[in-house]
């Protein structure tokens, strides 16, 4: 079916045989030149598509169009995600700048309050016997008596405050980070979340009075990146903080563990203003903010949403006008696998059943454990474990005698070896090194960094030819 208008013969589209309201295929007449706009989706107004009009004039005098449309979210998406990859990277520039400015009058106070602290305690009987003899003075706008008892509290808080602001340099220094190789790295949930929540102390306090972190007991570790779930939470409470309308509305957050979908789940509760039931939907979506008259871009959501997915997670929400939101964050642990067969040697009792609790604190790892060298040749005569966790110094057979015999013997070619150490710079621990056992923990260590260096190795083949950790 055709329709004339105004000399233009147009083709129904989409079941009408007149031009939609605000249409612009008019505006690209023969005579006006082609036409290319941008605009919401008819049947999807959350989806943008570019639209070409073309128009001509056939052999028989009829004026026509040919119009291409193109769905370009994706496109869009893409772009903006350059763009705002591109802003990240300057604002960890930045960062990492002012921490550095900020570092340098920090440290001359961490050096030196603790010199006026011990002046202090070094004059004040002097002081003291003055009042006593020629009683009460002014001292910096205060009478001594008043001033002798909140001198002490006034500088530890400067040394006290100085620490914080130490932590907290520390800690946008890591937010600003940016993992170039992207390589996911076993993560401490809780850790995250109270790195997130000491950069946002300030804003916490100033948005409530309430505020509990709730942190879920013998949580298993997850592979991710540890930066970036930061970045997630940090959203998550700053979005919180500006939902609430007085300081007596609660923001809470609750890790736990979900063992029916075998993964970690964070929760972030607010009592503000919440989210109306039309909203939800469109929470996510990128540009998509409810804030634009206060500076909101409508892309921290989309990020944290982008990311979470990178780690196979998701992000649920529930929310009503007027009564709240909770923000729940699922993240699954390691995947289940074979349980790796681990072997840890050690004369000192102490740190050899530390090692051993930390890996039986994991289902995926089956453990035995000798006191030295002789020891756990007898037990890998029996069964070979696919890692050995060896310390160097030890009597009977050493670790140096292990890894000797493990590089002569064939049979032993597979077995996977971790050297932990408390004289990594010792003349044994260099030999190991040049044979070619390279994956290195010098004592003491994190159970963060013991684990995530035993994963890695039994995740990445033959230990030798490994950098040192």
């Known amino acids: ?201 300030s804003i916490i306090r100033k948005a409530s009075d309430h505020f509990s972190a709730d942190y879920g007991e013998n949580l298993p570790l997850i592979n991710g990146d540890a930066q970036k779930l930061e970045q997630v939470m940090i959203n998550l409470i700053q979005n919180a903080c500006q939902a609430l309308t007085n300081k007596e509305q609660h923001i809470s957050i609750q890790s736990s563990y979900n063992k029916e979908e075998d993964g970690i789940v964070i929760e972030v509760r607010d009592e503000g203003v919440g989210i109306s039931a039309e909203t939800i939907p469109s929470i996510m979506d990128p540009f998509f903010t409810t804030k634009r008259s206060y500076g909101g871009t409508g892309l921290g959501l989309a990020v944290c949403s982008k990311i979470v997915m990178e780690h196979q997670g998701k992000i649920d929400i529930k929310s009503r006008e007027g009564a709240g939101s909770t923000f729940s964050v699922f993240l699954p642990v390691i995947k289940k696998r074979k349980r790796a067969r681990i072997l840890v040697v050690d004369d000192d009792d102490f740190m050899r059943e530390s090692m051993v609790n930390m890996l039986q604190s994991s289902e995926h790892y089956q453990v035995q454990k000798a006191s030295n060298g002789a020891e756990a040749f007898l037990l890998m005569g029996h069964q070979l474990p696919e890692l050995l966790i060896l310390d160097i110094h030890m009597p009977d057979m050493d670790g140096l005698e292990v890894c000797r015999l493990l590089k002569e013997r064939e049979e032993l070619a597979e077995v996977r070896v971790v050297v932990v150490t408390g004289f990594p710079d010792s003349d044994k621990v260099k030999k190991v090194l040049k044979l070619g056992f390279t994956t290195l923990i010098p004592k003491p260590f994190t159970m963060t960094d013991f684990m995530g260096t035993v994963e890695k190795v039994l995740e990445g083949g033959p230990v030798r030819g490994l950098k040192q950790a």
Not at 31 to 52: H, I, K, M, N
Not at 63 to 72: F, K, L, P
Not at 173 to 184: C, F, L, N, P
């Open 1 to 201: 079916m055709t329709t004339l208008w105004d000399g233009f013969v147009m083709k129904s589209f989409f079941g009408r045989s007149i031009p939609c309201e605000f249409c612009k295929i008019e505006d690209a007449l023969p005579g006006r030149g082609p036409l290319r706009f941008q605009r919401a989706d008819y049947r999807d107004p959350r989806r943008l598509e570019q639209v070409e009009v073309l128009p001509f004039t056939d052999a028989h005098a009829e004026q026509g169009a040919i119009i291409h449309i193109q769905d370009i979210m994706e496109q869009k998406q893409k772009d903006n995600e350059l763009i705002l990859a591109d802003k990240l990277i300057s604002l960890g520039t930045l960062v990492s700048g002012v921490a550095h400015e900020i570092n340098n009058p920090n440290n001359f106070i961490m050096l030196n309050a603790p010199i006026v602290m011990d002046a202090w305690k070094s004059i004040e009987p002097i002081i003291e016997n003055y009042y006593k003899e020629n009683g009460d003075f002014v001292m910096g706008g205060l009478t001594y008596s008043e001033m002798r008892s909140e001198l002490p509290g006034l500088l530890s808080g400067i040394l006290e405050g100085s620490r914080r602001i130490e932590r907290i340099v520390r800690d946008l220094k890591s937010y600003a980070r940016h993992d170039t190789v992207g390589e996911h790295q076993l993560v401490d949930v809780n850790k995250v979340i109270e790195s997130s929540v000491r950069i946002l102390n």
